[in-house]
């Protein structure tokens, strides 16, 4: 007895002699035909509306797809939203807000250079000034934007360097603060962004700080989204200029030939 019940507990506990292993093999399936491709647009302040593509696994069950899309957030470059190949060093991030049929809107994310450009400013003789500063736009946006200077040569120095005293770089550091606060906190999101692609700001520093030490390159580098007021479509639209359905074209202009229909024939000649 004692050898019949070892014998039924050693097949009770291989599970693998009762199981067959035809049927197994799960088919593989291809995942992008799960995938749906939507068009992001990009607000109205840029000149290329459609900015590009973006694929999501769509609607199953619980899980929505226009979900899924919410608060993604797109990096691209300035020129080809801008059409400009002089903007290719300047990266502007933009978040998806909103979900409407097969087209995602988004709001701008942020801003920032790209490593080339930042690399080569930096130059040896010279001293780098930095300086950043919390803002916040008509609209109700938090923001931080990080300014970056350069000390360059006084008219017909002959010396090699050209090294700021740290109290003029605190004093420019003060200026930069103060001038970048005011510019920016007069304005709503859509203006600052009109101030920060052609470089103004960083023109208005450079004017500013030219008794303190003449500066070089003085841009803002990087802009960071901190806080963003509580979520309007209306407003989003209004940035959007209320263009954020599909292109459907332009009218070719000419007059459409009337079509003579029979009397009770219900159809056409």
């Known amino acids: 007895t004692l050898k019949n019940s070892l014998f039924i507990m050693a097949i009770g506990k291989n599970k693998r002699l009762t199981k067959s292993k035809k049927g197994n093999k799960k088919k593989a399936q291809d995942p992008f035909q799960k995938k749906e491709w939507y068009s992001v647009r990009a607000p109205s302040m840029f000149a290329e509306r459609v900015a590009g593509k973006t694929l999501i696994t769509r609607t199953q069950g619980t899980k929505i797809a226009s979900e899924g899309l919410k608060g993604r957030v ?3 470059s300035l020129a080809d939203l801008n059409k400009d190949e002089d903007q290719m060093f300047r990266k502007v991030k933009l978040c998806v807000e909103d979900v409407q049929g097969y087209n995602v809107i988004t709001n701008f994310h942020g801003m920032d250079l790209t490593r080339d450009k930042l690399c080569s400013l930096i130059k040896k003789w010279v001293t780098l000034i930095e300086a950043n500063v919390d803002i916040k736009t008509t609209d109700g946006y938090t923001l931080r934007l990080f300014c970056i200077a350069f000390t360059a040569k006084m008219p017909g120095q002959m010396k090699k360097a050209c090294y700021a005293q740290s109290g003029q770089v605190r004093q420019i550091r003060k200026k930069m603060v103060d001038i970048m606060t005011e510019e920016a906190s007069s304005e709503d999101l859509k203006g600052l962004i009109q101030k ?3 470089n103004s700001i960083g023109d208005a520093i450079e004017k500013g700080t ?16 901190l806080k963003k ?6 407003k989003l639209m209004e940035l ?12 070719l202009g000419r007059d459409e030939p009337a079509v003579e229909t029979l009397k009770g024939s219900g159809g056409r000649l």
């Open 240 to 251: 959007h200029g209320n263009d954020a359905g599909e292109d459907t074209g332009k009218g």
């Open 210 to 225: 030219s008794n303190i030490y003449p500066l070089r390159d003085c841009m803002v580098r990087k802009v960071k989204m």
């Open 229 to 234: 007021p509580k979520f309007d479509i209306v």
């Open 196 to 198: 920060l692609i052609p």
């Open 74 to 76: 797109f990096e691209m």
